[in-house]
């Protein structure tokens, strides 16, 4: 945490808005996930920066210090784990380390790896939310006075799940092989989770079986391909389905 950060933080935060002067770094590629995490700073008076690889991180981290940082785990380049074991043996340390997936088993592999807390997606509880971070606070950066707990639940719009869409629609032309169809199982396993695609998720499972039990994929991704191409068709707004 910098000095400007420190002051806002230790000044300014209230019940109202409890993570004022806090900034926020998400190291997240799914713009669905991002901008559910923007919604979220911005009710609780935090600033939000976001970064989509383990490389743009490494960037910013050389240029700024955020008080609170959101590892993803499954990133495009590689393990949020490694981020966060990094971050966590670094001195100065950043104030709060945390992680995020949506699978729900890994919040164990966070702990370990040096994290403060470990954020499941959907992240949909502003609640939720608020208090991980705040856990994490020193008492004298904690807003004074009872808390309004605020029980909303956050939906970013569907242009970012249609964004997201479009990313593993790219992803897939020029028949990905390897890791590149692992990282698109988990990615839009994730993303459909998240949006209440039941349809979209399930094809995301079959795709991440396939896989695992070494079977050809061509199947799984072809039904993957079909269902993100329909939902692209579709009129904007229309993108989520059962």
């Known amino acids: 945490m910098d000095d400007r950060d420190f ?4 000044s300014f935060p209230n019940p109202a808005r409890p993570l004022l002067g806090l900034t926020l770094l998400a190291v997240e590629d799914s713009r669905y996930a991002s901008d559910a995490l923007r919604l979220m700073a911005l009710r609780s008076g935090a600033r939000l920066r976001q970064v989509g690889t383990l490389a743009e991180a490494d960037r910013h981290l ?6 609170v940082i959101i590892v993803d785990l499954g990133l495009p380049d590689g393990d949020g784990t490694r981020l966060i074991a ?39 509880s502003l609640a939720n939310f608020q208090e991980l971070i705040l856990s994490q606070l020193p008492e004298a950066c904690r807003p004074m006075g009872p808390r309004i707990v605020n029980d909303d639940v956050i ?8 964004e997201d869409l479009i ?3 790219e992803l897939l032309n020029g028949a990905p092989e390897g ?12 993303i459909a989770r998240s949006a209440g695609d039941l349809a979209l998720q399930s094809a995301g499972e079959a795709l991440t079986i396939a ?6 994929c061509r199947g799984p991704a072809a039904r993957i391909a079909a269902l993100v191409q329909d939902r692209l068709n579709a009129a904007p707004g229309s993108e989520r389905r059962v």
């Open 7 to 10: 002051f806002q933080s230790a």
């Open 62 to 67: 050389g240029l700024y210090r955020p008080s």
């Open 86 to 124: 990094r971050l966590h043996r670094a001195s100065p340390r950043i104030g709060i380390i945390l992680g995020t997936s949506g699978d729900e088993d890994a919040g164990d592999a966070v702990i370990k790896a040096g994290a403060d807390g470990f954020l499941p997606k959907p992240v949909a």
């Open 155 to 162: 939906r970013p719009g569907a242009q970012s799940y249609r």
């Open 167 to 169: 990313h593993v629609a």
């Open 179 to 190: 890791k590149v169809l692992d990282y698109i199982a988990q990615f839009l396993t994730g």
């Open 211 to 216: 896989r695992m039990q070494h079977r050809a």
